[in-house]
């Protein structure tokens, strides 16, 4: 079964960090794009950075330039999101998904969202002020 599931959201004061993981299981990372994604609370799902196989590829939304980095370790199929200096509007449900088409990380606009072909079940992030 693909299945990708997340880990490491929990309640966190402004200013601080959070490492995110997103591990696979029933496919390897070597054809994917992954992304991670978040949803605040009556906001649409916005996409926050992604990261291609094919080339270790970058790609961060604005609002968390500078802030969060994105990481693979193929060897253990998992991807992590390392934020720093977190604000109180990170506050969101973080889920990671992957796409082994080519659009690959233009699955970050919203036009491509349908290109993704699993999704993890989200893990929250709670930043207090």
């Known amino acids: 079964e693909v299945q990708l599931v997340e880990s490491g959201g929990g309640l966190v004061q402004a200013g601080g960090s959070l490492r995110l993981s997103c591990a696979a299981s029933g496919f390897t990372f070597d054809d994917y794009a992954i992304g991670w994604f978040r949803q605040a609370p009556g906001k649409e799902r916005e996409g926050v950075s992604c990261i291609s196989s094919s080339d270790g590829s970058t790609y961060y939304a604005d609002s968390v330039k500078g802030r969060f980095t994105i990481s693979s370790d193929n060897a253990k199929n998992t991807v992590y999101l390392q934020m720093n200096s977190l604000k109180p509007e990170d506050t969101a449900v973080y889920y990671c998904?992957?796409?082994?088409?080519?659009?690959?990380?233009?699955?970050?606009?919203?036009?491509?969202?349908?290109?993704?072909?699993?999704w993890g079940q989200g893990t929250l992030v709670t930043v207090s002020s």
């Open positions: 998904a992957a796409t082994t088409r080519a659009v690959a990380c233009l699955v970050l606009d919203s036009s491509y969202r349908g290109y993704l072909e699993v």
